[in-house]
């Protein structure tokens, strides 16, 4: 059934804070897919602590192994989320806030075991969420306003 063109459905705008954090994103899981590619191809670079260590080259490749598909599953949710934001989804919405949860949390943890922190990964993290949540920025993907209050009259 045709829409008369009177009725047609307006495109939604992208605002410019979802565009910059697309890039964000796809920059990140770049920059996740290169530390991926370093852990396999060179382990004992990247654990140079347990490099000479006798007895550990097989445990120093399953860790290496081990950290770079976790990078590489975070540099893939990193670039379906930036495809997602640029189509304005409410998919890459909740990814890039799920992922910048992870990735404070993780910042977090490490500050709290080894007293190093990443001062522009935090930055970077709260931004992001600040920039998510700006009334312009849920608009665009439809999470502004009364949407609650339906949920409650679809509940009973």
């Known amino acids: 059934m045709a829409m008369p ?9 992208r605002p410019v804070p979802v565009t ?9 899981g770049l920059m996740l897919a290169i530390v991926a590619a370093v852990f396999v191809l060179d ?14 080259g097989n445990a120093l490749v399953v860790e290496a192994v081990g ?7 975070m540099a893939l949710l990193e670039i379906v989320a930036a495809v997602a934001l640029l189509r ?3 998919l890459g919405w909740t990814l890039t806030m799920l992922l910048t949860g992870v990735s404070l949390a993780s910042a977090i943890a490490t500050w709290w075991l080894s007293g190093e ?17 700006q009334r312009q920025v ?4 439809d999470l502004a306003g009364g949407r609650g209050a339906d949920l409650e009259e ?3």
Do not use: H, K, W
């Open 117 to 133: 922190v990443l001062t522009v990964s935090l930055l970077l993290g709260v931004v992001t969420v600040l920039y998510l949540n």
């Open 43 to 56: 382990p004992e670079a990247t654990f140079p602590l347990f490099a000479n260590v006798s007895g550990a």
């Open 20 to 28: 910059i954090l697309a890039a964000l994103q796809v920059v990140t």
């Open 154 to 156: 679809e509940r009973g």
């Open 67 to 73: 950290v770079a598909t976790v990078c590489a599953a």
């Open 5 to 13: 063109a009177d009725r047609a459905p307006t495109p939604r705008r």
């Open 138 to 141: 849920r608009a665009a993907f």
């Open 88 to 90: 304005l989804r409410r």
